[in-house]
């Protein structure tokens, strides 16, 4: 038998690409995720804070402007003052003052302040838009007006390009640097001034810095997540593509058994085949019945053949269990009962049907069968 040829495996390696491959659409899709949903949270709560503001400012502005009008029309400035001390206490705005048409200051909730500028806003016009300032005197309007106003000592805490991303995606009023409110006051019908307070926007500056420090916490996390999610799903891969390799190398190698099988079963055939035809030609060439079926080949009357009858007898060697009246008959005497040399005692005798003590072979029968082995000998017992 012949040795089977192996293939050789080929060193399977981890699907490098498989992993980068989901490894980068799940950060994608991840981070977008992410980044679409800090974006809304984002303007939603810069909205909100925006609108608070302004809301609490409208509340906040009549309660000066009354208790500014009570305190220019007794001169006594104490209740203003007050006011204004106790909401930036509360850190509800960050500077607050009043001032007449003119520029001069009446109540300034900083008296450093006040005292630097010597009592009048015009001479500071960095820190103070005069203009914006007295814009409801000029006018002479009694409504609040709010306006986007740069704190000289307020930065914004944002490079410049981000500022310009942001500016342009989040808050377009990012680069001023709070918020003015101004009332007008009037006096007995006339325009006399105004009371103002700036608030900052750092509320807004801290919203978007923790947005944007929580769009990268969750970045991070999703992209470990997506790191080791990848990796188990390219293991997964490799152990099947592993072991589709392995079944398609065993289905090779019994495809390889099956055609072995098939040819050493031709050979076997073969033989068999010669075999059989060397026995026909041998031994059952002069049966007369040969292409008798079986039915016919039982319906024939059976004749024993008497000892004198026999011309020659071979006797093969005893076995353990046969005694000494156990005579045997071979088959290649049974296939020379018909040959030419008979003996004077067949003659004598009328033709009758011959009788055999070996079993008919069927060709057909003998092909299926399993086992072939052919006897020498068969014994046969005395008076039977």
Known sequence: MTDLKKRKLKRIIFPIGIFFLLFFIESIIGIAGVSSYVYLTGKKNISDIESYTINYSKTMAEAFANVAEFSYSEKKYTKI????????????????????????????????????????????????NIDMILHPVYIKSNELFLNNYNITDKFIPFRKWERNILSKYIYKDLNSTGWLF???????????????????????????????????????????VS??????????????????????????????????????????????????????????????????????????????????????????????????????????FLGEIESEKKSAAEKKKPERVKEYIAPVININDFKKSTNREIRDAIPIRNKR
Not at 183 to 212: D, L, M, P, W
């Open 227 to 332: 790191a080791i999610i990848s990796f188990f799903v390219s293991l997964v891969v490799f152990f099947r593509y592993r072991s589709i390799q392995l079944n398609a190398l065993q289905h090779d190698s019994i495809k390889l058994d099956n055609n072995y099988e098939e040819t050493f079963k031709e050979k076997t055939s073969y033989e068999e085949t010669f075999k059989e035809e060397t026995f026909k030609k041998d031994y059952i060439d002069d049966f007369d019945y040969f292409d008798m079926n079986d039915n016919e080949i039982a319906d024939l009357p059976i004749e024993r053949i008497k000892q004198e009858d026999l011309t020659e007898v071979y006797e093969p060697k005893r076995s353990y269990n046969q005694t000494d009246d156990d005579e045997f008959i071979t088959v290649e």
């Open 182 to 224: 101004t009332k007008c006051i009037f006096h007995k019908g006339e325009a006399i001034g105004t009371v103002n307070f700036i608030i900052s926007k750092e509320r807004i500056y801290t919203s978007i810095r923790q947005s944007i420090d929580m769009a990268k916490y969750y970045s991070i996390l999703l992209i470990t």
């Open 81 to 128: 003052k007050a006011l204004f001390h106790e909401k930036i206490e509360e850190n509800t705005i960050d500077e607050a003052f009043f001032v007449l048409k003119n520029g001069n200051i009446v109540v300034h909730s900083n008296t450093t302040t006040e005292k630097n500028l010597m009592g009048n806003i015009a001479r500071d016009e960095i820190s103070y």
